[in-house]
């Protein structure tokens, strides 16, 4: 077999995937912690106030980073849950529940960072325009992946009807993306373009991708510390997980 | 030694569902009762302005009747569930998502139809403009069906749950919103005199969709949470 | 530095912007450790009742 | 292992390396046995040592966590589920608001008829004649036990998977099951029953089959 | 040998409800939830215009917690009837009135209390008016209490019953169409800038009369219905 | 009538005359006996009897259609329950989602506790050290039913009532009920205890109460 087919294939296994994951786990958190403190520092100190909303743009560096993780989270879910789904193997399903949690929180800062930002900029706290109510949808698409998840007693069959709701729900993502394209709303439109000019200062920009990167991180790291335990739960019954629990009884 | 075609396995569902209805018909009354109930509240909680009353009107019926229509669901497959049917449904060699596809039409027709039937009386309570009624009429015709598939769905899921009730609504308000848009963005448009055509073909749309869909999505979600 | 704080009015704004992100990143980041603590307790109270019930069965 | 059919012809049903796990605990060990035409089983166990499990992923309701279900020497999968099996569980599957006949006729549409019957005659043969039009709900326990009893002389399934067949039923009752299972078995039919050991299947001696904790055999 | 006080019989039911509650602290969101998505129903259901959205804000938020708490009462006694320890409060030799008033207590605390807590964030998600929201806070923290009374008393008399959903709502809804006039009139009263005392004063009064008479009556309902 | 209480004091338990009807049937028919302390009398009947329709009656839960409870010789009515009568029933009365430990705690919230005992020392008596803090819902159904008889042992009644105590226990669990029920009978306690016969209480010959349709007898 091919040898990166058998790696994943290793990966797939708990116990490896623990000891995996649990060496990548520190850089993670350090990698997540630097971009979190250089971009915060770019974006409040070094770039310049915005010419039309002076220092009220410096949200964007934790709304916009914020609000892209919640769709992509989401996405990532989802793939896992489709793969869980179809293949049933057990590191998607832990994959797929660990990143609930982490996207409703990262969907929870999202409205909330929104909804500050839009109290100096509209004037309301909420609008019922379609990009905020989608998210809002998506904010409950997560809690309902999450209770059913937890009101299921099986860990397993638990998991996989969750990952079946996230399948649903995906149908709301490109209405979250694209509700600015689509209806004509108070929120801003697109301005970061992966291809092509962005529509803003250089100076304002590169904070804000620092940002996008340290949330990546720090999803990942949270991710495979919560999959860790996960996993280690799931299979309290067998010996690798005793192993683990004797080792720290030691510690 | 006959298998039986799949079409005699619908039939005989159909019809062993339907007489289940009739023999306890009291209880088809209960959706009802609760979408009369809901929209009587609200001229006790708004005042009793004709006006004010009208303008709400499409709104608060679509909302009564989604809501009835929610709390109804949870009896769609419990019955089944717990006197071994559904199993036997489910062992069934025809194709489950078909089966399926009855018992979700059986539901439309004995809880949404009476819904239906009731709305021009709910309108009347709120003062509904008439000309708004007979949009809001075709809205509900396509949107009640749409909203027992995706429901359906949903309640595939939870089958079987102690406590379901509250988890259920968690579950389905957010995947009901759209239509609950569309529906009333056509009625809203009739109240305002501009065109409702474009709504209602997306509810059109999406009730084509979620006819060929749901059902395979029922079947399944009810696999996942049988086992 | 005032004026870093004041962010030309709309201080009260930014940071509590930015103290949503933070706390909020922060519990997320915490639960899984809580979650640790009491798996691993219950994985060790496993291995003792087991245990205990080995010597009683020799 | 004394099945009376040519080995050359597959089994009416075979289970090979089966087990299930649930939240990753073994419910029933990797177990393999063939059940062949003519053949009844009697399945044995503790309380909780997986009894109803087995005969749930054997008529494909569950999905087993390792080995297949082969019937006739061919899978048994979720999408591929077969009008051989008929299951009676500890649920009957039966309506409380309809009457016998109703309940019957629906079990018809779904499984298909066997030839030579009505359900007119099978209420007849599990003795509940003059009972076609009563309600359900206004029978005794035991006698709801012979509705289903009934569906299972009407629809055309070779292998009977009965859960505690004798549950609820007076002595009379439990001749009854047995006269049933001996004609399934002339027939060509098979059965794989289980039973707390009280009332077991005496005609002939059946084989038995040992459910305990990992060291099934057949 | 002690036979135990009534006082310490109170508090171990209060204590044990307490961390039931705890443990499930998931599920004491639902009622949240479920209101937070019916108000924001709403919007969708009527058009996003602020100014009729705000003319129809604390009627519809008094609509949205009437209606969770009347799907969360279900709850009020189910569970303990399922284990049998509804049994072994009613054989306690305590007064069975009083332990029933702590289970409702602790009922409010958790499904009308978080309900409270998110009440000024309904009223702002439909552009509530400023000057309304201490008044429709005030009729709230009168009127639920006085909400769960009333529903304590008929989920007592529907303990028990498979299917009770919608017959309870049936029996509870016309007991709270009085309480939600007056919370309601408050509330208008605030809005058009008129004295909001009156319909306080007299919540106030159902509410003193409800904490003496409903534990009484709900005692009295449940023996009924558990023999 | 071997009770070995004088005769002018009055019993623990007596019933006179009692019957439930339910829906104008009667459940069990005219019932006169007396239960005296240092007394166990096993009830016998078939399924559906009435045997967990009395203890209801007996315990004040449901009230007798005609007839008389008395305890102590005073008359027991749904507004004057006693602290002397503890009922263990098919439901245990405990939450899935507490510990044993919280379970108990709560039971002697409700009803007292009995001088010379902790919990800690009644779940070391069920059998159940170690088990102190596991959710209940992880416990077997046995080691449930033995919560339950913890909860016995701690709150002060001098009467139990216990329908089908033998249940779900293995072996082990019905030594343990016979045991506690000799030590209560020793204490000077009393008991009413249902069974079908399979293991019943057997230290010394218990006095036992036929309930069969119309005609019972003490
Ligand atoms: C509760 C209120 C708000 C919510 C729920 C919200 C939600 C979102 C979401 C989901 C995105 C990501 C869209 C995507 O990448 O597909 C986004 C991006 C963005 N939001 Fe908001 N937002 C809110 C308020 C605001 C306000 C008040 C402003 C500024 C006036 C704002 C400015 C932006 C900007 C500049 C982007 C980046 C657009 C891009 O480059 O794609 N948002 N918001
Ligand atoms: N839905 C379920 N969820 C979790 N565990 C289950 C479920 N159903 C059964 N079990 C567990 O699986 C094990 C086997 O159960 P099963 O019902 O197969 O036993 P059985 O042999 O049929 O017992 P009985 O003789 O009581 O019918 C038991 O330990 C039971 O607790
Ligand atoms: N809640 C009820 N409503 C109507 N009938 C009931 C109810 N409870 C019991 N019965 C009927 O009353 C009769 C006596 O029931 P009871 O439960 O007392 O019997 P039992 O002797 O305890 O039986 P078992 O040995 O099965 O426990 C039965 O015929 C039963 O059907
Ligand atoms: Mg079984
Ligand atoms: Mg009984």
Redesign the interface.
Not at chain 4, 22 to 25: A, I, K, P, T
Not at chain 4, 59 to 63: A, D, E, I, N, T
Not at chain 4, 89 to 98: A, C, M, Q, S
């Given at each position: 077999m091919n040898p990166l087919v058998l790696w994943f294939h290793k990966l797939g296994s708990p116990p490896y995937f623990y000891r995996f994951a649990g060496r990548l786990l520190p850089w993670f958190w350090g990698a997540a912690l630097a971009g979190l403190a250089i971009g915060l520092y770019g974006g409040l100190v070094l770039a310049p106030a915005d010419y039309q909303q002076s220092d009220a743009f410096r949200i964007i560096y934790v709304h916009v980073p914020s609000a892209w993780m919640s769709l992509f989270i989401y996405a990532f879910m989802a793939v896992n849950g489709f793969i869980a789904l179809v293949w049933r193997i057990k590191l998607s399903e832990t994959l797929a529940m660990a990143a609930a949690p982490i996207g409703a929180a990262f969907t929870f800062i999202c409205l909330a960072t929104g909804s500050i930002w839009g109290k100096p900029m509209w004037g309301t706290w909420w609008t019922w325009d379609a990009r905020l109510t989608s998210e809002l949808v998506l904010l409950f698409l997560y809690l309902g992946v999450l209770g059913l998840h937890q009101a299921i007693e099986d860990r397993r069959q638990a998991a996989r009807a969750a990952a079946f709701l996230a399948l649903i729900g995906i149908v709301n993502l490109p209405i979250v993306h694209f509700s600015v394209n689509w209806w004509n709303t108070l929120h801003q439109g697109d301005t970061v373009k992966l291809f092509g000019p962005s529509l803003i200062d250089s100076r304002m920009l590169w904070p804000l991708l620092v940002m996008a990167v340290a949330t990546k991180f720090l999803f990942a790291a949270s991710l495979l510390s919560r999959a860790r335990v996960d996993l280690l739960e799931l299979e309290s019954g067998k010996d690798w997980a005793r192993q683990i629990a004797l080792a720290e009884e030691r510690a | 030694m006959s298998y039986g075609s799949t079409t005699s396995a619908c039939r005989a569902l159909l019809q062993r569902d339907l007489s289940l209805v009739w023999r306890q018909r009291g209880d088809a009354l209960n959706p009802v009762l609760f979408a009369v109930m809901v929209v009587a509240l609200f001229p006790f909680a708004l005042g009793p302005e004709p006006t004010m009353l009208a303008r709400i009107a499409a709104g608060t019926v679509l909302v009564a009747l989604l809501l009835a229509g929610l709390l109804s669901l949870d009896a769609l497959f419990r019955s089944d569930l717990e006197d071994g049917s559904l199993e036997q449904l489910v062992l069934s060699p025809h194709p489950l998502a078909l089966l399926l596809a009855c018992k979700i039409a059986v539901h439309w027709l004995t809880t949404a139809l009476p819904l239906l039937l009731v709305a021009p009386l709910l309108g009347e309570l709120l003062y509904l403009p008439q000309p708004v009624l007979p949009v809001l009429m075709v809205a509900l015709v396509l949107s009640t069906p749409l909203l027992s598939l995706i429901g359906a769905v949903c309640v595939a899921l939870t089958v079987g749950m102690r406590r379901s009730g509250m988890l259920l609504a968690l579950l389905v308000l957010p995947l009901y919103v759209p239509v609950l848009i569309f529906a009333a963005g056509a009625c809203n448009a009739a109240q305002q005199g501009l065109p409702v055509l474009a709504p209602l073909l997306w509810l059109g749309a999406g009730l084509a969709l979620a006819l060929v869909l749901a059902p395979l999505a029922c079947a399944a979600a009810l696999r996942i949470s049988l086992s | 530095m005032s004026e870093f704080v004041s962010m030309g009015g709309y201080g009260g704004y930014v940071w509590s912007a930015i103290a949503i992100f933070l706390v909020t990143l922060a519990l997320e980041a915490a639960a899984p450790l809580l979650k640790r603590r009491r798996v691993l307790r219950e994985l060790r109270g496993r291995l003792r009742r087991a245990r205990k019930s080995n010597e009683e069965n020799t | 292992m004394n099945s009376p059919i040519p080995l050359e012809a597959p089994p009416l049903l075979e289970a090979r390396g089966l087990a299930y796990l649930?939240?990753?605990?073994p419910i029933f060990g990797p177990l393999s046995f063939r059940l062949g035409a003519g053949e009844v089983v009697l399945m044995e166990g503790d309380n909780g040592s997986g009894k109803t499990t087995l005969l749930k992923v054997l008529?494909?309701?569950?999905?087993a966590s390792t080995g297949t279900v082969l019937l006739n020497g061919e899978p048994l999968t979720?999408a591929r589920?077969?009008?051989q099996?008929a299951?009676l569980?500890?649920?009957?599957?039966?309506?409380?608001?309809?009457s016998p006949l109703?309940n019957l006729?629906?079990?018809?549409?779904?499984?298909?008829?066997?030839?030579g019957i009505t359900p007119h005659q099978a209420l007849k043969s599990v003795g509940l004649e003059g009972y076609e039009d009563v309600a359900l709900r206004q029978l005794s326990a035991g006698q709801k036990k012979r509705v289903a009893l009934a569906r299972l002389l009407l629809v055309?399934a070779a292998l009977w998977l009965l859960d505690e067949p004798y549950a609820n039923l007076d002595r009379e009752g439990i001749t009854l099951v047995n006269r049933l299972l001996e004609l399934h078995a002339m027939r060509g039919g098979a059965a794989l029953i289980t039973s707390h050991g009280a009332y077991a299947y005496t005609s002939g001696t059946p084989r038995r089959l040992q459910l305990r904790g990992q060291e099934a055999a057949a």
């Open positions: - | - | - | 649930r939240n990753d605990e008529s494909g309701l569950l999905q979720l589920l077969s009008h099996v299951l569980g500890h649920l009957l599957g039966i309506k409380g608001e309809l109703q006729r629906f079990a018809i549409g779904l499984g298909g008829l066997r030839s055309p």
